[in-house]
């Protein structure tokens, strides 16, 4: 599996690499799940919370987006579909 850092900034996929955005990694990737949440990076804290398999954490990711963005989920599959983020077994990466 790639670095936590590569998963939450993959901005798509060439083969079986995972392209990265390099410029956002270096700048946000050492924030926490609530810190990209709070900086409007709910994408990226999204994929941050799921990375880290935390049950609390994904469950305070959902309450700040939902307080955010005025919705009502809750659970991560309806995430996964809106941000179009899904854990993968990918082992390299390309970064951009």
């Known amino acids: ?11 798509g996929f060439e083969g079986a690499q995972a392209v990265v955005d390099g410029k956002a990694k270096r700048e946000f990737g050492k924030l926490s799940t609530i810190e990209l949440a709070e900086k ?20 305070a990711f959902i309450a700040l987006f939902n307080k955010a963005a ?6 991560s599959a309806e995430l996964s579909r809106l941000f179009s983020v899904y854990l993968e077994e ?7």
């Open 1 to 11: 599996m790639i670095s936590r850092e590569d998963f939450i900034f993959t901005i």
């Open 40 to 59: 409007g990076l709910y994408r990226a804290a999204f994929s941050s919370a799921l990375y880290s398999h935390s049950p609390e954490e994904m469950k």
């Open 70 to 75: 005025g919705t009502t989920y809750t659970e």
């Open 90 to 96: 990918i082992t390299k990466t390309v970064i951009l």
